[in-house]
């Protein structure tokens, strides 16, 4: 199993390397390497803190055959990439072909989900090259966030996962809640081998949410948060947030959740053209395409619909004129980063760590975080 998923992972990495290195060096701009789909709109889940609009009957949503056209097409322009997210992307009726379709080209394949209903699919889901489920903490602080009973939920989706060979990654939303739960998630994480990613709460967009800003940390408690967060990278090896990264939010120079638009005083403060609406986009199941999830959150962007005007033109003007340079969206900056070089050989180290743990634990006896 260790042999095949290594197979797996380099193979499909090897494409979406391939396809970054084009991207950069090659200045094949508005390419749509790494494709969003958030496959459905609806969740079995509510979460206190989520930004998508959750819908249980949506009035139009792409068919399963509009989303292999869709899958195909963007296979087409280069796409590399598909990650699967929603909603909860297991509720789509027909979800098992579409990771199928997807599956048959070879590309990398992530799969987000809360792992509820990960035992109704455990086979497709093996042939995504990995899975993301989501857990934020111990069963107090991850019920606190996500709602009663979902940490058993999650749990019982992870060690399922775990257990028949998938590659597991953990999401964590960090809150006021979990803030405190550093340790005991890295613990499980380097217990299990498993990598891990943190993203502080900074929106709370959904206005049905109205006690989600009572969860958000304050601008001090983010950045001590991720200066913990760079600290404990000491000592463990299962954060996937890179230096550079933490480094990034630790510094940013406005309010947590603000835009640093093009012309402003503080533009200069990541030169780095944004990867999202250069070859990272966001397909929204209701047809409309944007940039990222900034914008798919701010007032300050209208998307076109893949409905009304095509794919080509929704692509082309997620491309063109946001007039942002930079946000606390620090994904941005892995996704700058990895299309250099010097980070290819990172990414080797990371996936043989992945895959065989050959790394270990940087130090057993690590002090409290």
Request: proline share 3%; glycine share 6%.
């Amino acid at each position: 199993m260790l042999l095949n998923n290594l197979k797996k992972d380099l193979y499909h990495k090897s494409k979406l390397y391939s396809g970054l290195l084009k991207v950069r060096y090659l200045k094949k701009e508005q390419t749509p390497l790494v494709a969003n789909l958030f496959i459905t709109g609806r969740c079995n889940s509510s979460c206190r803190y989520c930004y998508v609009e959750i819908d249980k009957n949506p009035k139009r949503e792409f068919s399963c055959s509009e989303w292999i056209h869709l899958i195909d097409d963007l296979y087409a322009k280069g796409c590399r990439m598909y990650a699967l997210v929603g909603g909860e992307s297991f509720l789509h009726p027909h979800i098992d072909e579409l990771i199928k379709h997807i599956a048959s080209k070879n590309v990398f394949l992530n799969l987000t989900t809360n792992g509820y209903l990960l035992h109704q699919h455990l086979e497709v889901a093996k042939l995504a090259t990995e899975v993301s489920i989501s857990l934020d903490g111990d069963e107090k602080s991850h019920d606190l966030n996500r709602g009663k009973a979902t940490f058993a939920k999650a749990m019982k989706g992870i060690e399922l996962a775990a257990s028949a060979g998938i590659k597991v990654r953990l999401c964590t939303v960090v809150t006021k809640h979990n803030y405190e739960q550093l340790d005991f998630l890295l613990d499980y994480a380097e217990n299990k081998n498993f990598f891990i990613t943190f993203s502080p709460l900074i929106n709370a967009a959904d206005p049905r949410k109205q006690d989600a800003s009572t969860m958000m940390l304050s601008d001090e408690e983010i950045r001590l948060f991720f200066q913990k967060l760079k600290d404990a990278k000491r000592y463990s090896s299962r954060i996937i947030n890179s230096d550079a990264n933490l480094d990034y939010m630790i510094n940013y120079p406005l309010k947590y959740g603000e835009i640093i638009w093009k012309g402003t005083p503080k533009a200069d403060y990541y030169s780095s053209p944004c990867p999202y609406g250069r070859f990272n986009y966001l397909f929204a199941s209701t047809g409309e395409v944007y940039p990222c999830c900034i914008m798919w959150t701010s007032d300050c962007y209208t998307p076109k619909n893949i409905f009304v005007e095509g794919l080509d033109r929704a692509i082309d003007h997620a491309s063109n004129g946001l007039g942002c340079q930079c946000c606390s969206f620090a994904n941005a900056v892995d996704w700058d980063k990895i299309t250099s070089l010097s980070w290819l050989a990172y990414g080797i180290k990371m996936t043989l760590l992945q895959n065989f743990n050959l790394f270990g634990r940087k130090d057993t006896n690590r002090r409290d975080l």
